[in-house]
């Protein structure tokens, strides 16, 4: 079946450090892959995604690229804020047309002044 | 509607009790998910219909679980007889059809419910 793997948090930060959340999935065919973000008291958005091997993704300084060699679809950004606090969520919709979204567990980060 | 609205945000509820959550997605939106998120356990499906049917009701936990759609709009999902394990944040979202997945879902703020 699909599945979503990502490292565990929190992850603890600096402004202005890199930050890289590691996102690996297992999937038949050729997935879209999502990044999603959920602040604080808030709903899940969409981040960023990638629809096919080698795409990036970009949106608000944060980026990934679409690993189909290493099924990876790492998040990073050169420097972090502390408006970036929240929770990452790497998921994925298989190619079949089935729509729904298989998410990992999230990732917590913290960014401190 | 702008967003995904979901009601109540926070539900408390004594164990055996019925509960009802609901969904009111974005109007147009003929997809709509239903997912839970508990601690540590990230988002776990339960539910999607396209239109007023669902196609996949396999992530439903037990049969104390039911959900609806009418109209083409609003969901509501049932829990009968709570259990403590039930507490969690339901989530809703909608999307435009079921292929836009790849397009992103838009999701509401959830329901917090817990179970006493």
């Known amino acids: 079946g699909n599945s979503v793997t990502q490292m565990e948090g929190p992850v603890t930060l600096s402004e202005e450090a890199f930050l890289t959340i590691n996102c690996t999935y297992t999937a038949t065919g050729y997935p879209s892959l999502f990044w999603y973000v959920q602040y604080p008291g808030e709903g899940l958005q969409l981040l960023l995604k990638?629809?096919?091997?080698?795409d990036k993704g970009s949106n608000k300084g944060f980026e990934a690229t679409y690993r189909k060699e290493t099924t990876s679809f790492h998040l990073e950004k050169g420097s972090v804020q502390v408006s970036d606090s929240a929770v990452y969520f790497c998921a994925l919709s298989p190619y079949s047309g089935y729509s729904t979204l298989t998410f990992g567990k999230g990732t917590m980060l913290l960014v401190s002044p | 509607g702008a967003g995904v609205s979901q009601s109540p945000s926070n539900k408390v509820t004594e164990k055996g009790k019925d509960v009802e959550l609901r969904c009111d997605p974005i109007s147009g939106h003929t997809a709509l998910y239903w997912y839970r998120q508990s601690l540590g356990q990230g988002l776990e499906f339960l539910i999607y219909f396209q239109g007023n049917s669902a196609p996949d009701k396999s992530g439903l936990p037990s049969d104390r679980f039911s959900a609806e759609r009418t109209g083409g709009s609003v969901s509501t999902l049932t829990i009968q007889r709570t259990q403590q394990e039930d507490s969690a944040v339901y989530l809703c979202?909608?999307?435009?059809?079921?292929?836009?997945?790849?397009?992103?879902?838009?999701f509401g703020s959830g329901t917090r419910l817990t179970v006493v």
């Open positions: 990638a629809t096919k091997a080698d």
């Open positions: 979202a909608s999307s435009r059809s079921t292929g836009d997945s790849n397009y992103g879902y838009t």
